[in-house]
């Protein structure tokens, strides 16, 4: 799903792309003073009367209102790139940006080999979606949620994902992250800049200049002929013959092979090159161990340190079906 970032200050944020960086703000940094705002008043009612039985739900329940409002971050985007109020509030009145998300490889690269069952929220995915809700009231939250599946996550949708239906013309989707500040972030999940109506000509060769090689493609903003209505046309990218833009060139000299010498030459070949990929990969730091296996079917798996700011789930492990048709290697998708 493409979600997008409407900005004015385009030279800070031009600079948070170029270092390959994500600000997650939090609960305080919003402009809603009602955020998180819920009636729970039947919930603890319940809770209260069953008290001798739903302890340690109310105390799951008051640990996860205390993280969503001092521990988590919440990077708030549009579905809708062709807003105009959204370029006058949040874009400088048409004289910034909007930055295009893919959020599908922003999850992928946060929140692999996570389990929602696990009940300790800071031990949640690194990142959820939610798509916000828009309401008259406070959304309610009711007994009935904890029975249903994935119930912490069904109470984290109503403490961030409503608002009041004044904001209704944002059409915002949240990624909620389990902590706030700068974190890092896949270059490859930024995929368009979109310069708004009255963006400074001048400036654009050089945002193009400092995210050269990153295959994002660029977008002018303008107005429909004798319409209000919002349109778009890309524009050329004066960097697209540019080398490729590498995140990464780890070093796989020293790694422990947990593969038999007989499975490693097999596959020699294959297996080097998925080294090579994995080498490249963003938000990792050390490639740690290779394993390879003929059976039941060839697969290689490259185990591997991340970075600092996904510091809960420290080791990334990278998998590779070996198609012996082709002769070739197949990155497994990581289940989200």
């Not at 959204?86 to 400088?92: D, P």
Request: hydrophobic share 35%; proline share 4%; net charge neutral.
């Amino acid at each position: 799903m493409k979600l997008y970032k409407y900005r004015c200050d385009t030279s800070r944020d031009i600079k948070t792309l170029v270092e390959n960086r994500l600000f997650v703000p939090d609960k305080n940094l919003l402009n809603d003073p009602t955020e998180m705002c819920v009636d729970d008043t039947e919930l603890l009612a319940f809770l209260e009367k069953y008290k001798n039985l739903s302890l340690e739900v109310k105390r799951i329940y008051q640990e996860l209102k205390d993280f969503t409002r001092t521990k988590c971050g919440i990077f708030s985007l549009s579905k809708d790139v062709k807003n105009e109020l959204l370029w006058a509030y949040y874009a400088n009145g048409h004289k910034g940006l909007c930055i295009e998300y893919d959020s599908e490889k922003i999850m992928e690269s946060y929140n692999y080999g996570v389990s929602f069952k696990n009940k300790n929220p800071e031990s949640f995915p690194l990142v959820h979606r939610i798509d916000v809700k828009y309401s008259d009231s406070y959304p309610v939250l009711k007994p009935e949620y904890l029975n249903v599946k994935d119930n912490m996550v069904q109470i984290l949708k109503c403490l961030v994902g409503t608002k009041s239906k004044r904001w209704i013309q944002e059409d915002e989707v949240r990624l909620i992250f389990n902590k706030h500040g700068y974190t890092e972030l896949d270059y490859r999940a930024v995929t368009g800049i979109y310069y708004g109506v009255n963006f400074n000509d001048s400036d654009k060769d050089a945002i193009m200049n400092k995210l050269q090689g990153r295959g994002i493609k660029y977008y002018q903003m303008r107005f429909e002929k004798n319409s209000y209505q919002m349109g778009f046309d890309e524009i050329k990218d004066n960097y697209l013959s540019a080398p490729k833009f590498v995140a990464n060139d780890l070093s796989y000299d020293n790694i422990s092979w947990l593969s038999s010498p007989e499975e490693n030459a097999k596959y020699l070949d294959l297996v080097i090159q998925a080294l090579e990929f994995v080498s490249k990969e963003p938000c990792i730091n050390k490639i740690t161990s290779c394993y390879v296996n003929s059976t039941p079917e060839p697969m290689v798996a490259i185990q591997t340190l991340t970075n600092e700011d996904f510091k809960t789930f420290p080791i990334k492990t990278y998998r590779f079906d070996i198609v012996t048709k082709t002769n070739q290697i197949r990155l497994r998708k990581f289940q989200l």
